[in-house]
């Protein structure tokens, strides 16, 4: 059972369109982590989320925190062929009660934004 | 400051042999985590390492091993290769501290023949 669900799994749209993609879990998570990963490359961090109804802003990228930090979605608006890539969402939870976190991934929304 | 590099950058092996791949952190960073992603199954944790010691283990078998040196350098070893190994094993570097982001380097591609 995986722990984070994503979807949509793959989505083409064209330049200029708006999207959401939705990152939804039935366990409570500390943070949550959106990344970005291009072909051959390692993911990189887009944004973290804390709080519960948390709303960040990243130019054209807003991403919310669920209220009871179980889910997330990140909307993409105008969306450019720049943002094509994979997008994965990351839940950091507590390991036995400590200062020790372990993050687990979901299998990410492949985004292709066509010209 | 510089990112984290993973070496080598490609790899192909035969099954049975076996495999030792590096990682070096962003400087300051104390954890190292590793990662194999695989188009089936996704970004699938590994093992982390804290100052030179296992802290957290993931789900797989015991001929994927790692450890930490005292510089926070960090090796992965897989042993007695299988063809299900090959995949993209990713490096993350971390300051570990609540929100736990993860820096990753550009992994390396393992080809198991």
């Known amino acids: 059972t995986q722990l984070l669900e994503q979807s949509p799994q793959f989505l083409s749209i064209q330049e200029g369109e708006n999207l959401t993609v939705y990152c939804n879990s039935s366990?409570?998570?500390?943070?949550l982590q959106w990344y970005r990963q291009e072909p051959g490359e390692g993911p990189v961090l887009l944004v973290t989320?804390?709080?519960?109804?948390e709303v960040k802003k990243l130019k054209r990228l807003t991403f919310q925190f669920g209220d009871a930090r179980k889910d997330s979605s990140l909307h993409i608006t105008a969306a450019q062929t720049g943002d094509t890539g994979l997008y994965l969402c990351a839940g950091a939870m507590a390991v036995s009660g400590g200062s020790n976190y372990k993050l687990t991934f979901g299998k990410g929304t492949l985004l292709t934004v066509n010209p | 400051k510089a990112g984290v590099t993973q070496t080598p950058r490609y790899l192909i092996k035969t099954r049975g042999q076996q495999v030792t791949l590096s990682c070096s952190p962003i400087?300051?960073?104390?954890?190292v985590s590793w990662y194999q992603q695989t188009p089936g199954q996704g970004l699938q944790f590994l093992f982390e390492y804290f100052s030179e010691t296992q802290r957290n283990k993931g789900n797989f078998p015991g001929r994927f091993s790692g450890r930490q040196f005292s510089n926070s350098r960090s090796e992965m070893n897989v042993s007695t290769l299988e063809l299900g190994d090959s995949a993209l094993y990713l490096c993350?570097?971390?300051?570990?501290?609540?929100?736990?982001?993860?820096?990753f380097g550009p992994g390396t591609r393992l080809t198991v023949t």
């Open positions: 400087s300051g960073h104390r954890s």
């Open positions: 989320v804390v709080t519960g109804g």
């Open positions: 366990s409570v998570f500390s943070s």
């Open positions: 993350a570097s971390s300051l570990a501290g609540t929100s736990y982001e993860q820096y």
